[in-house]
């Protein structure tokens, strides 16, 4: 069982940035594949950026590349999204999620029913 918190939310005005952090507790989190998604009021949860267990491999939704960047930290339990020019549609909830991944996968996730491990949420507001 793994436990995710996520962090570092907050408000902001556009073009400011911030970085949210997700913790995991309960067993290795080296071994998840970690995805970040967000959902509006009134909207569909989407994703927004995930990362393989390595950190070798990212993946970004068109709506945030060249403006966010994923991270895992060097203990391996942490999983950062610095957020950079941010837009008043960056405004939501924004969810980390782990699943577990074999020794040999280099794979990302986009999809949210491929994770197993979601945390509480934390709020941006991105105020115009």
């Known amino acids: 069982q793994v436990q995710l918190v996520e962090s570092g939310g907050g408000l902001v005005q556009a073009g400011g940035s911030l970085r949210v952090s997700c913790v995991a507790s309960?067993?290795?989190?080296?071994?998840?594949?970690t995805g970040w998604f967000r959902q509006a009021p009134g909207k569909e949860r989407e994703v927004v950026s995930a990362?393989?267990?390595?950190?070798?491999?990212?993946y970004y939704a068109d709506s945030v590349k060249g403006r966010f960047t994923i991270s895992r930290g060097n203990a391996k339990n942490t999983v950062y999204l610095q957020m950079n020019s941010l837009k008043p549609e960056d405004t939501a909830v924004y969810y980390c999620?782990?699943?577990?991944?074999?020794?040999?996968?280099?794979?990302?996730?986009?999809?949210?029913?491929?994770?197993?491990?979601w945390g509480q949420g934390t709020q941006v507001t991105v105020s115009s």
């Open positions: 990362i393989s267990w390595n950190g070798d491999n990212t």
């Open positions: 309960g067993r290795s989190f080296s071994r998840y594949a």
């Open positions: 999620a782990a699943v577990s991944v074999t020794l040999d996968s280099r794979r990302y996730y986009y999809r949210d029913e491929e994770y197993d491990y």
